[in-house]
T-cell receptor, first 114, second 113 residues
Framework: DAGVTQSPTHLIKTRGQQVTLRCSPKSGHDTVSWYQQALGQGPQFIFQYYEEEERQRGNFPDRFSGHQFPNYSSELNVNALLLGDSALYLC?????????????FGPGTRLTVL | EDKVVQSPLSLVVHEGDTVTLNCSYEVTNFRSLLWYKQEKKAPTFLFMLTSSGIEKKSGRLSSILDKKELFSILNITATQTGDSAIYLCAVLYPRGGADGLTFGKGTHLIIQP
């Protein structure tokens, strides 16, 4: 049973560029949440997707957008990259109707913006 | 404002010691509190707590929630070097139909041999 997978593992971009990160949820999970973890900080909630719609957004600008596909996988897009976007981006999945609040995390994508 | 506060932020102990990590929270419509262990990248799930006073236990780790005083503790007994990690506390409270977790900054635990 595959857990949450993310790609790529590492990414280096320059300021102003755009990036797309990908996430496949754990088998049986239909809800995907994205988090940004800056060095020395806890993860911060970006947004959550289920039924192919963004359901709630944390305190992140519109440069951060996402998408969920019919197979429940998800993408996170960040436009006009800033140095401050350098972070570990984590994807977590959970079952919407599974009777549990537990979210399972993928290994993350380390984004470096130069 | 910080809704989830963990203490201490860092802790260095010797192998075999017992440690207690703290997490306090201040949210409305609280639903659950989760503990994760983060070693390299992916936080790995430890416990989910929803009811006060019921201890969750897994091996040398245990946790309990106090919903009246709005805090939780994570205990690790007979610590080993493999317990060295960042321990994250997160609270789930529904917002607009979504269930994003709100995390504390974590406790960086170092176990010295």
């Amino acid at each position: 049973d595959a857990g949450v997978t993310q790609s790529p593992t590492h990414l280096i971009k320059t300021r102003g560029q755009q990036v797309t990160l990908r996430c496949s949820p754990k088998s049986g999970h239909d809800t995907v949440s994205w988090y940004q973890q800056a060095l020395g900080q806890g993860p911060q909630f970006i947004f959550q997707y289920y039924e192919e719609e963004e359901r709630q957004r944390g305190n992140f600008p519109d440069r951060f957008s996402g998408h969920q596909f019919p197979n429940y996988s998800s993408e996170l897009n960040v436009n006009a990259l800033l140095l401050g976007d350098s972070a570990l981006y984590l994807c977590a999945s959970s079952p919407r109707r599974g009777g549990t609040d537990t979210q399972y995390f993928g290994p993350g994508t380390r984004l470096t913006v130069l | 404002e910080d809704k989830v506060v963990q203490s201490p932020l860092s802790l260095v102990v010797h192998e075999g010691d017992t440690v207690t990590l703290n997490c306090s929270y201040e949210v409305t419509n609280f639903r659950s509190l989760l503990w994760y262990k983060q070693e390299k990248k992916a936080p790995t799930f430890l416990f989910m707590l929803t009811s006060s006073g019921i201890e969750k236990k897994s091996g040398r780790l245990s946790s309990i929630l106090d919903k009246k005083e709005l805090f939780s503790i994570l205990n690790i007994t007979a610590t080993q070097t493999g317990d060295s990690a960042i321990y994250l506390c997160a609270v789930l409270y529904p917002r607009g139909g979504a269930d994003g977790l709100t995390f504390g900054k974590g406790t960086h635990l170092i176990i010295q041999p």
